[in-house]
């Protein structure tokens, strides 16, 4: 069974500062693998879609990597802004149990302070 | 419609009622998922509707959930006899063909079992 682990849990960061989120799955028999933000009593927003034969995506100041033979991904945010404060979820699709139900991991709880 | 509609917003039942919780997807979309978002726990994979196809419901918790889509559009899921562990956020999704791609959430409905 697909296990999803992101690390940290939650992070505080002074506005400006470049930041790493981690996210590691265990099943490396995915199909993509997404980064989703979700902000308080809304759903979810999805920021970057990384098929499993590519290395990274990049969108505005947000760069997704994935190694796939590791099981690793991460989300690296330039400059942070207050307005990035959200919890960030990653998510993959297996290839052995559908292409697009998603195993989401727990979140990382952002908050940029100004 | 511009994006995936859920109704109602918040549902407060007593312990033992039923509940029905509604999700309009994107029109042109033809998969559709439930997820549910439980307190402290990430998102879990409840079913997916594909067309006409079968839907995969190897996420529901219990015989007391079930969802049904009418004419590959709207969909209902039903809960039967709740219990206070049903007390969640579900949300609904669609998304473009099979693989994925285009995932939109809707702002989900948060159910509180009483």
């Known amino acids: 069974k697909q296990e999803v682990t992101q690390i940290p849990a939650a992070l505080s960061v002074p506005e400006g500062e470049n930041l790493v989120l981690n996210c590691s799955f265990t099943?490396?028999?995915?199909?993509?693998l997404q980064w989703f933000r979700q902000d308080p009593g809304k759903g979810l927003t999805s920021l970057l879609l990384?098929?499993?034969?590519?290395r990274e995506q990049t969108s505005g100041r947000l760069n997704a990597s994935l190694d796939k033979s590791s099981g690793r991904s991460t989300l690296y945010i330039a400059a942070s802004q207050p307005g990035d404060s959200a919890t960030y979820l990653c998510?993959?699709?297996?290839?052995?149990?559908?292409?697009?139900?998603?195993?989401f991991g727990k979140g990382t709880m952002l908050l940029v302070s100004p | 419609g511009a994006g995936v509609s859920q109704s109602p917003s918040n549902k407060v039942t007593e312990k033992g009622k039923d509940v029905e919780l509604r999700c309009d997807p994107i029109?042109?979309?033809?998969?559709l998922y439930w997820y549910r978002q439980s307190l402290g726990q990430g998102l879990e994979f409840l079913i997916y509707?594909?067309?006409?196809?079968?839907?995969?419901k190897s996420g529901l918790p219990s015989d007391r959930f079930s969802a049904e889509r009418t004419g590959g559009s709207v969909s209902t899921l039903t809960i039967q006899r709740t219990q206070q562990e049903d007390s969640a956020v579900y949300l609904c999704?669609?998304?473009?063909?099979?693989?994925?791609?285009?995932?939109?959430f809707g702002s989900g409905t948060r159910l509180t079992v009483v």
């Open positions: 990384i098929q499993s034969s590519q």
């Open positions: 099943d490396s028999a995915i199909y993509n």
């Open positions: 999704a669609s998304s473009f063909g099979d693989k994925g791609y285009g995932y939109t």
């Open positions: 029109s042109g979309h033809t998969a």
């Open positions: 998510a993959v699709s297996g290839a052995n149990s559908g292409y697009s139900t998603l195993t």
């Open positions: 509707f594909q067309g006409n196809s079968a839907p995969d």
